[in-house]
């Protein structure tokens, strides 16, 4: 074709003109580019591309939703999910042993909570719930109605090996409770079978191999022909599903990704529900969610890093919004009046329980994170020889401090002052300005515009070769900030796992100026609220 070209060109005029041969190697290249098309589809955004695999250890228990949800998304986005299916806890020792793989969904989550504190999985999001019943033949036959009927002679049983399947670790525990458990794991090794997952366990009463088995009550769901039987003991047992992000991944983000679709309450809870699952609370899916984070001052510089980390690991967007708390409730206040929920923020970090307190009936209960006590600041060298709060109501004396309806470290100040008899003088001859935020407190100390400020001493560190700080002795000279989530968030579970990655800073707000105040309980409570 190239050479066709070309002599029909140089035929016309004798000699080769550049001008045609650019423009006849031109054509060439586009016709060969149409005839490659030709071959595909014809349209170059549709040209195949080789497809991301992500790899899934999953609990065989939860096979059927996860395999139509791991299809839908390849679907949807090009993404292969290679899963491979076991007991949760013989894919937790292979997670151990390989160190690879990008997600693991374990059918209870013990062993998720015990992937994490082997450092095999980092963050971990629920997605349903499901408790243990007895499955037994269509009708009932052998009527059986309890667990003492398991243990009749004439009665044979299948059960999960606690050693590899999250069905059977949770039926030792339960009936290890109510007193039932050597007699019936003799019966089993006897005349029983025990199997390594619980989709085996099912299939030997569809079978007749025995006559019943204890399995989930979602994948009792699964045999219709079937019957499933509560017992007492066996209600109490409801297992949490989760899936986690392996430590390893070599693709967190788009682990992450699939894993927020996979618990999405629009996207693959939906698939849950419909197979009989109890689902949780999820958030609504968004292919790049956006997080509004409002945040008092004081928290920015222990908080920036930790946001900028977590928004590039999540592929997210966390819109952060930082002032006095006083002005971020009124926001708040604003918005829900007006009923425009959608600025209204998903998370908030008060600078003190005080303002978080004003707002306690928006978010969910908030968990203590950090504090910080309160100083005087004054100048370098101290020339008004200012050594504690009566000092800032002697004559002369410029003071700089928070405004109370604005922000928490004026509210703070008030009561501080008020306490020592000081603030209604103070406030009369010696305050020269009010702040919005406590950010703009010790800049009026440097640019000389005041004598002193009441701050917070994690706002002087940026400031220290500039000015003196003079501690406060008093219980209320300490500000607490803690971390909540809005009540009707749509992203519960992100917003839980912000607090998961400040609650793992602690060496930033320490290095920020912050005593640490998370104890492991609180953070425990925080992790567990949707």
Not at 489 to 511: C, M, N, T, V
Request: aromatic letters at 6%; charged letters at 25%; glycine letters at 8%.
């Amino acid at each position: 074709m190239l050479r066709g070209l070309m002599v029909v060109n140089t035929t016309r005029r004798g000699n080769a003109n550049p001008l045609y041969l650019m423009a006849a190697g031109s054509t060439v290249v586009l016709a060969v580019i149409a005839f490659l098309m030709a071959r595909g589809t014809g349209d170059p955004r549709t040209v195949a591309r080789p497809t991301d695999t992500l790899t899934m250890y999953c609990a065989a228990g939860v096979r059927p939703p996860v395999a139509e949800i791991a299809e839908q998304y390849e679907k949807e986005y090009g993404v292969h999910i290679q899963i491979e299916y076991g007991g949760s806890n013989t894919l937790l020792s292979r997670l151990e042993v390989a160190r690879t793989g990008d997600l693991y969904l374990a059918a209870d989550d013990s062993y998720t909570n015990l992937a994490r504190e082997k450092g095999l999985v980092r963050e971990t999001i629920p997605v349903a719930t499901m408790k243990p019943v007895i499955l037994v033949a269509g009708g009932n036959p052998k009527m059986i109605h309890s667990i003492s009927d398991l243990l009749r002679d004439d009665v044979r049983v299948a059960l999960g090996n606690p050693d590899q399947a999250a069905i059977g670790r949770k039926v030792r525990r339960l009936l290890k409770q109510s007193g039932h458990w050597d007699a019936l794991e003799k019966r089993v090794s006897t005349t029983g079978v025990f199997k390594p997952t619980v989709p085996e366990v099912a299939n030997d009463v569809k079978l007749g191999s025995v006559d019943a088995a204890i399995v989930w009550d979602a994948v009792a769901g699964l045999y219709p022909e079937l019957e499933a039987v509560s017992v007492p003991e066996l209600d109490a047992g409801s297992s949490q599903i989760t899936v986690g992000i392996v430590s390893t991944s070599t693709r967190p983000t788009a682990a992450l990704k699939f894993a927020r679709y996979l618990s999405a309450r629009d996207r693959g809870l939906k698939v849950f529900a419909r197979r009989g699952f109890h689902t949780v609370e999820g958030d609504v899916w968004s292919e790049r969610p956006q997080l509004t984070f409002f945040a008092g001052s004081v928290n920015r510089r222990a908080l920036e890093p930790i946001l900028r980390a977590f928004a590039q690991r999540e592929g997210v967007e966390v819109n952060t919004v930082y002032n006095g708390c006083g002005i971020l409730t009124a926001q708040m206040r604003a918005l829900q009046s007006e009923e425009q929920t959608g600025g209204f923020p998903d998370a908030y970090m008060a600078c003190d329980v005080y303002y978080m307190k004003t707002v306690a009936d928006l978010f969910q209960d908030a968990v203590n994170v950090s504090n910080t006590d309160i100083v005087i600041v004054v100048q370098e060298g101290n020339p008004k020889q200012i050594h504690s709060l009566h000092d800032l109501s002697r004559p002369g004396v410029r003071v700089a401090l928070g405004q109370p309806d604005q922000c928490t470290i004026g509210v703070l100040s008030r009561r501080l002052l008020e306490s020592e008899g000081l603030y209604e003088k103070i406030m009369r001859d010696n305050v020269v300005t009010q702040t919005a935020t406590s950010a703009l407190l010790v800049p009026n100390v440097t640019t000389g515009a005041a004598d002193a400020a009441l701050a917070y001493r994690t706002d002087t560190l940026s400031e220290e070769d500039r000015i003196d700080v003079i501690p406060i002795d008093s219980p209320l000279a300490k500000a607490v900030q803690p971390y909540g989530i809005a009540r009707w968030s749509p992203h519960k579970q992100l917003a839980k796992r912000l607090y998961e990655a400040i609650a793992a800073g602690r060496e930033q707000f320490e290095a920020s100026g912050f005593r640490w105040q998370l104890e492991e309980k609180d953070a425990a409570r925080a992790s567990a609220s949707p």
